[in-house]
């Protein structure tokens, strides 16, 4: 009768155990996705970081040279005579 026991024990602490790694490999897979749609969104927002610095460097290339070339547009009319 002993034995029999024992045997009970030991198949229920087998089916805990499989039961665990079923959840243990359900929670890696979902920890795997999880990782690869963060790395996704960092690369997306890198992406668009990226095009902000860009537009902020040609805005402030516009706000240079259009000064520039207002002022230098001036002294070619005036220069012409058509001022």
Do not use: C, Y
């Amino acid at each position: 009768m002993e034995d029999h026991r024992a045997h009970e024990r030991i198949t229920t602490l087998e089916q805990t155990m499989t039961a665990h790694m079923q959840s243990h490999s359900s929670i890696e897979l979902g920890i795997a996705e999880n990782t690869r749609l963060t790395k996704s969104v960092a690369a997306d927002t890198a992406e668009l970081v990226a095009l902000f610095k860009g537009i902020k460097g040609f805005r402030t290339l516009v706000m240079w040279a259009a000064p520039l070339i207002a002022a230098l547009m001036a002294l070619w009319a005036w220069a012409k005579g058509h001022v």
